[in-house]
């Protein structure tokens, strides 16, 4: 009998792409670092290039010479370096700066003169002078056609008018944070993540906008960078108002620390203790305030406190101290009161003695001696008179003859 070989195909592993030799360009001083492809040039740091863009040729700084990085962090598709700047480039470019400020204050001008609501934020010339890039923000759409005919009156050569938002503005223009750092956005980031107010909330931040907004009125982007890192810990640790066992009794908590991954609880037996435990020590039977639906909690129901692997905080016993009970009398028996109360009452009797009375006061008689006032007898009914009330009494209340004024309903009537 043959033996019957099963082989099985090769897995086809990934080759992982050879890494990327490229350099960091950046078009102004301070602004966002890019790569490029060397294209067998040497380049070092501080260096001026010209190199190929969407725009045409254009002017820029080298931030970081010939490195390697991995091909999964280059970005498609990837421009070169044309040449090393020369004294002719750098004069080119010296005068380039100097008519992106003529340009500046002209175009401010037109605008007031044109009543536009815009804000200019910046003139870039091209490093051919082919083109004249104006950056402006607004609220709204703009009509901006007869400005764009008389600056291209006045500079003669192609104008370009782009508007852009506030986040751009920042980006563009650069500067620090209330961290005292560059703007994240004009030094790293790639492009704006989306930001939300629901991320201050996860974080336990002041909805303070002055506090959680950035120089360009927006919401930070660096409320994104932990955001991830919160919603994992939110989901280990239980909500506010849930309840839970813990080594010392069921409670509720009153409070959750995210970053210290502990919560506080105050206690079902006794509400004014407020213990804090982390979240390995407790055991959550209802997550979250309870609802109308919610099934009770049993009350032996507790598999930490009551397993008794774990001892309970013992607290030192103090001596309770009550306060001296006073009785009353009583109408059914006589209840004799402490010696405090007879002791109180034999002072006030001996106070009372010792008042001196007035000169002329005679001393009152005792209850004894004192003459009883005579009650008036009230003199008594005659028999007559009460028979005769009486027999009205039983005499029946004739009822007023209301019918016999009704007349009687016809046919037409209704």
């Not at 986040?167 to 005292?180: E, F, H, P, Q």
């Amino acid at each position: 009998m043959e033996e019957e070989i099963l082989t099985t195909p090769a897995v086809e592993e990934e080759v992982p792409a050879a890494p990327v030799e490229v350099v960091d360009i950046q078009f102004r001083q301070g602004q966002k670092v890019y790569y490029f492809d060397p294209a067998g040039i040497t380049v070092k740091t501080g260096d001026h290039v010209i190199i190929d863009t969407a725009r045409g040729p254009e002017f820029g700084i080298c931030a970081g010479g010939n490195h390697l990085i991995p091909a999964k962090d280059v970005v498609a598709p990837l421009r070169s370096v044309l040449r090393l700047a020369t004294p002719e480039d750098e004069k080119i470019v010296a005068r380039n700066r100097q008519e992106e400020k003529r340009a500046y204050d002209i175009c401010v001008q037109k605008i007031a003169d044109h009543k536009l609501d815009m804000q200019l934020v910046s003139a870039e010339f091209a490093f051919d002078g082919s083109k004249i890039l104006f950056f402006f923000t607004a609220d709204e759409r703009v009509d901006f056609r007869e400005l764009v005919k008389n600056l291209a009156s006045i500079f003669h050569t192609r104008i370009e008018l782009r508007q852009i938002g506030v986040r751009d503005k920042a980006k563009m223009v650069g500067g620090l944070g209330i961290c005292g750092r560059p703007f994240c956005c004009s030094s790293f980031l790639e492009d704006f993540q989306p930001v939300s107010i629901k991320m201050a909330k996860t974080q336990n931040l002041s909805l303070n906008p002055t506090k959680i907004s950035g120089t360009c009125g927006r919401l930070m982007c660096c409320l994104k960078y932990e955001q991830e890192a919160y919603e994992d810990l939110l989901r280990r640790s239980p909500k506010q108002d849930s309840f839970v066992d813990t080594p010392e009794g069921r409670g509720t908590v009153t409070e959750v620390d995210l970053l210290r991954s502990r919560v506080k609880v105050r206690m079902e037996d006794a509400p004014e203790t407020i213990s804090v435990f982390s979240n390995e020590e407790i055991a959550v039977f209802r997550n979250g305030k309870a609802k109308k639906n919610d099934p009770p909690v049993p009350s032996d129901w507790a598999p930490i406190s009551g397993s008794g692997k774990r001892v309970r905080r013992e607290e030192p016993d103090e001596p309770v101290r009550l306060d001296p009970i006073r009785f009353r009398y009583s109408t059914e028996s006589v209840v004799e009161e402490s010696e405090t109360v007879e002791e109180e009452a034999q002072e006030r009797r001996s106070r009372r003695s010792r008042r001196p009375r007035p000169e002329g006061q005679e001393k009152p008689a005792p209850k004894a001696e004192q003459p009883k006032k005579e009650r008036r007898e009230q003199p008594k009914a005659e028999p007559e008179l009460e028979e005769s009330q009486e027999a009205a009494e039983r005499k029946p209340r004739r009822r007023p003859p209301y019918r016999r004024h009704r007349r009687p309903k016809t046919g037409n009537e209704g």
